[in-house]
């Protein structure tokens, strides 16, 4: 063979029987073949196959195996962001005519895809709070209303919605239950009947801030129903960032339960605090969330939010005077992040929008990191400092 064939075609290395890889391997393949056509049309190669990577691929579907099994469902669909997840349910499960619940209190990407977006498709919708447990029923009970896309807690402003309750309404109804599960992680919630839960996997999954991905988890009949969607719309996880998330759940549980240690501590002593007026979190006794989060949760997660009793330039000096707070709008990374709400999260809102939904100039939200707890409230306490002497 002409060296310039061997190069395209180096001879190949495998394995001996039994002498396995104990990391599994990363398959960059594109391209996935058999020996014959027919053993390609075959009902194993159909079933367990590969073909393409748009379709699937060896590394990618052990990370969709694990997340399923995580979240106690037996199916998944990675995909390149959590956004290309949540897009995947919505254009996989609607069609003109359609009605989408959605609620006030949700992650503004979620807003904005349901209140700007899908209209074009000629899909309309109805925003409620997710307390609204009247509204809800009223919602569900319209004709047109297929879906409601939610999530458990809410981002920023950690409401807990009553799951049993919002649950049993959609089952009545025969509405399609989506939860956003990204804030409560893939171990939390599995027990409800909720028909897909959609994560981003860049948060408490990845968990180091440098990899980006999504994930549509749920019953195999109902990952099914939208798998054909996915191969076409081409949202697919790339291989590499696959391996990077499947090694990044190796160290999931420590670090989310380091998070909420954190974050139960930072709360606790921000209540504490003259200076702030107002603390969102589940694990407080105080907040009006817990008892229904102690029955629904394990952990409470990493978020805190906060008011401070400041006006915006005061919220924001607090912020530019943080040192171990990065500045940005993601959450889950080991570091820790802070995030002035109003103008991260709040923007699609109108004035009466963003009262309803609890978003002032002066909220803040915390993404609690894995660092020493005492280092954290130190810098807090220090910001607070600077800015309120």
Do not use: C
């Not at 919002?166 to 939390?188: E, Q, S, W, Y």
């Not at 989310?256 to 107002?278: D, F």
Request: glycine share 8%.
């Amino acid at each position: 063979m002409k060296k310039q064939t061997r190069v395209t075609h180096p001879k190949e290395v495998k394995l001996l029987d039994g002498n396995d890889a104990v990391v599994s391997p990363v398959y960059r393949s594109v391209k996935f073949t058999y020996p014959t056509i027919a053993d390609s049309l075959s009902a194993d190669a159909k079933e367990h196959g590969f073909d393409y990577t748009r379709d699937s691929n060896p590394t990618t579907r052990e990370l969709e195996l694990l997340a399923a099994e995580l979240q106690d469902r037996d199916d998944a669909i990675a995909t390149g962001s959590g956004m290309a997840a949540i897009w995947l349910t919505l254009l996989g499960l609607l069609e003109a005519g359609d009605r989408v619940v959605i609620f006030v209190e949700s992650y503004r990407p979620n807003r904005v895809a349901v209140r700007r977006f899908l209209p074009k498709l000629g899909v309309q919708f109805t925003m409620l709070s997710v307390h609204d447990l009247d509204g809800i029923e009223q919602a569900f009970a319209q004709d047109d209303t297929k879906l409601v896309l939610f999530e458990a807690p809410t981002n920023p402003m950690l409401q807990v919605p009553d799951l049993a309750a919002i649950t049993a309404l959609a089952k009545r109804h025969d509405v399609i239950t989506v939860l956003d599960n990204t804030f409560a992680g893939l171990h939390n919630h599995g027990r409800y009947e909720l028909d897909y839960f959609v994560h981003s996997m860049t948060k408490y999954a990845n968990g180091h801030g440098d990899a980006m991905g999504g994930i549509v988890i749920g019953e195999k009949q109902r990952i099914r129903a939208i798998k054909p969607l996915a191969t076409n719309m081409g949202a697919v996880l790339d291989p590499g960032v696959a391996y990077l998330m499947a090694r990044g759940l190796k160290t999931y549980y420590l670090r989310y339960e380091r998070h909420s240690e954190n974050a139960q501590v930072l709360a606790e002593w921000l209540a504490g605090r003259k200076e702030v007026t107002r603390v969102f979190y589940p694990g407080l006794k105080s907040d009006l969330g817990h008892a229904l989060a102690r029955q629904q949760m394990t952990d409470f997660g990493g978020v805190v939010t906060f008011d401070l009793d400041a006006d915006k330039d005061r919220t924001w000096a607090f912020i530019d005077a943080l040192e171990l707070f990065t500045t940005t709008a993601s959450l889950g990374s080991t570091e820790s992040l802070v995030a002035p709400v109003k103008l991260y999260l709040g923007t699609d809102l109108s004035a009466e929008e963003q009262t309803r939904a609890q978003i002032g100039d002066s909220t803040v939200r915390f993404a609690v990191g894995i660092e020493h707890a005492d280092d954290l409230v130190a810098d807090v306490e220090q910001a607070l400092r600077k800015v309120f002497g």
